[in-house]
């Protein structure tokens, strides 16, 4: 009868160690993160010199943190709610209150035609709840070059900031937010939106990781000189950026991991860039020539569909 209980006593511990080991969560509070009550106040009430109230009380948004609903359902992500409110490029403006963000988001894209449908579903039912003013603007490379994120993030910001947005959401056409309380406009310090990625096990993989999807002032992004422009292929520049940002001592947050879940849609991986160490480890030399200031494109069309302001680029 000892040895039973021994062997289930075993066999218990085993089944904890196996779940724990399994279980998504368990890195998921290894980053300093905003404290839940301050995350409203860290926000910062900016919107488009064009945009007016039109006499309406200002939109409240305490109760869309603090209930922090999950979206990742079918009815968000199967059909277009109420397509009527959107206005011709992807934009939106709430029309029973007067929004305190003007938000630009950024979404960078070659051959994911089917991501790209799965996201402007979700992220405009989505987005309409958090009652911001915002636009979605994609950034499709044209040519056959190597897929040049970074740079695509800096055409698009230049597109966003000469319309007057003064928050920046950089992201990436695969990951959807889980949660509507990871509000879509800026904070005081740049923003890692996607701290707790399902891809990682919502493991934050190291504390320098700035990538994904990422909220930035358009002032902090002009004075680190935005991204690198050299990045063809994947991998390094979001390192670089994170370096930039250190280098003018300016400091990123995130959120509380309930409200920085993200999922992944499936695709297959993209080829990595042979020389991105190498850029990486001199990129200090170039952050002040790199970037916004010696970016070179030509624009092939700028079209304004349905969903969303469309940039065709060569780079």
Not at 41 to 64: F, H, P, S, W
Not at 176 to 190: E, F, S, V, W
Not at 208 to 235: C, D, Q, R, T, Y
Request: with cysteine; aromatic share 12%.
């Amino acid at each position: 009868m000892r040895r039973i209980s021994e062997r289930n006593f075993v066999c218990g511990c085993l089944v904890i160690l196996v779940i724990y080991c399994i279980w998504p969560d368990r890195y998921a509070t290894h980053y300093a993160a905003l404290p839940v009550e301050q995350m409203e106040m860290e926000l910062v009430a900016k919107t488009t010199k064009n945009l007016t109230n039109r006499g309406l009380n200002a939109c409240q948004y305490g109760d869309i943190i603090a209930r922090n609903k999950y979206t990742l359902t079918e009815d968000y992500m199967a059909k277009l709610h109420h397509p009527g409110s959107i206005r011709l490029g992807g934009e939106y403006i709430p029309a029973d209150c007067a929004p305190k963000y003007s938000v630009a988001v950024i979404v960078v894209y070659r051959d994911r035609e089917k991501q790209l449908r799965q996201f402007l579903t979700y992220m405009h039912n989505f987005l309409r709840e958090q009652r911001l003013h915002y636009r979605i603007f994609i950034v499709e490379q044209f040519d056959r070059k190597p897929f040049n994120r970074a740079k695509l993030f800096n055409i698009g910001s230049v597109a966003a900031m000469k319309l007057g947005f003064p928050c920046l959401i950089l992201h990436d056409v695969d990951l959807l937010p889980m949660n509507l309380g990871q509000m879509y406009a800026c904070t005081k310090q740049p923003r890692h939106m996607c701290a707790s990625l399902d891809q990682f096990r919502y493991n934050l993989p190291y504390l320098g990781l700035f990538g994904g999807a990422v909220a930035i002032e358009a002032k902090p992004f002009v004075e680190v000189n935005g991204m690198s422009n050299m990045f063809n292929g994947w991998g390094g520049e979001d390192d670089d950026f994170f370096r930039r940002l250190q280098a003018k001592d300016i400091e990123i947050c995130r959120f509380d991991p309930a409200y920085s879940r993200y999922t992944m849609l499936k695709h297959a991986k993209e080829k990595p860039n042979e020389d991105r160490l190498a850029f990486l480890r001199t990129g200090h030399l170039r952050f002040d020539t790199d970037g916004l200031n010696s970016l070179i494109y030509e624009q092939k069309a700028y079209i304004l569909h349905d969903l969303f302001t469309h940039l065709l680029v060569n780079t």
